[in-house]
């Protein structure tokens, strides 16, 4: 089975352009994140997507960033424009219910943004 | 609100030894706890998770933990290290009530360096 796949996997831009990262979650997963990680801390949340519907997008500063999911599979994060604080790892977790309805989030490799 | 701490931002244990990491959680609700191991320039990986059942929780790669309540703990140990456990751990909280809407709640993350 293959796993969550993003892209590009480093990206290096200067203050004040645009940046997007995508998202192709494990097939048939409804649950789609996407999650900030500065270096030296825990991952956290920006925005969680059930099918092609926004469940959670309180942590996502929504005067730079924002996120769409159109046709409930693949995801698309952009930041318009970048600031320095904006370098992170990007990952982008799927998840789906068991028969038991837990729940297991799987991450992806992640996004490397470096802002200069 | 939910947070986890993980008392320790680098362990280094030798070769063999036990492995002990630490985390502690707040939770105002009954809590789902999950470690989850990142290896360099990879995606987090799920090692164990605690759902309300049993108290003492195994994991893959030979790693176990134990769910306290009266400690509000949910440290993870194993054995013996290996060389290939070096990576970074992250403890991490969500809502168990919510299933299918588990925002998870990160550590800062503890690095594991095994000493030859």
């Known amino acids: 089975e293959a796993g969550v796949a993003q892209s590009p996997r480093y990206k290096i831009i200067e203050k004040r352009q645009s940046v997007a990262f995508w998202c192709n979650p494990i097939s048939g997963h409804a649950t789609l994140y996407w999650y900030q990680q500065i270096l030296g801390q825990g991952p956290k949340l920006l925005i969680q997507f059930q099918n092609n519907g926004v469940v959670d997008d309180s942590q996502l500063p929504k005067d730079r960033f924002s996120a769409e999911r159109l046709k409930g599979v693949d995801s698309t994060l952009k930041i318009q424009p970048a600031k320095l604080e904006d370098s992170a790892v990007y990952l982008c977790?799927?998840?789906?219910?068991?028969?038991?309805?837990?729940?297991?989030?799987?991450f992806g490799p992640g996004t490397r943004l470096l802002v200069l | 609100a939910q947070s986890v701490t993980q008392l320790g931002s680098h362990v280094s244990v030798s070769e063999g030894a036990l492995v002990l990491l630490r985390c502690n959680y707040s939770s105002s609700v009954p809590p789902y706890l999950f470690w989850y191991v990142q290896y360099p320039n990879q995606g987090l990986q799920l090692l164990l998770k605690y759902t309300s059942a049993a108290t003492l929780v195994k994991g893959i790669n030979g790693f176990e933990a134990e769910f306290k309540k009266s400690e509000t703990s949910f440290h993870l140990t194993k054995p013996s290290a290996h060389m290939s456990d070096a990576a970074e751990y992250f403890c991490?909280?969500?809502?168990?009530?919510?299933?299918?809407?588990?925002?998870?709640?990160f550590g800062t993350g503890t690095r594991l360096t095994i000493i030859p």
């Open positions: 977790a799927s998840s789906l219910l068991d028969s038991g309805n837990q729940e297991t989030q799987y």
């Open positions: 991490a909280v969500s809502d168990g009530a919510n299933f299918g809407n588990e925002k998870l709640t």
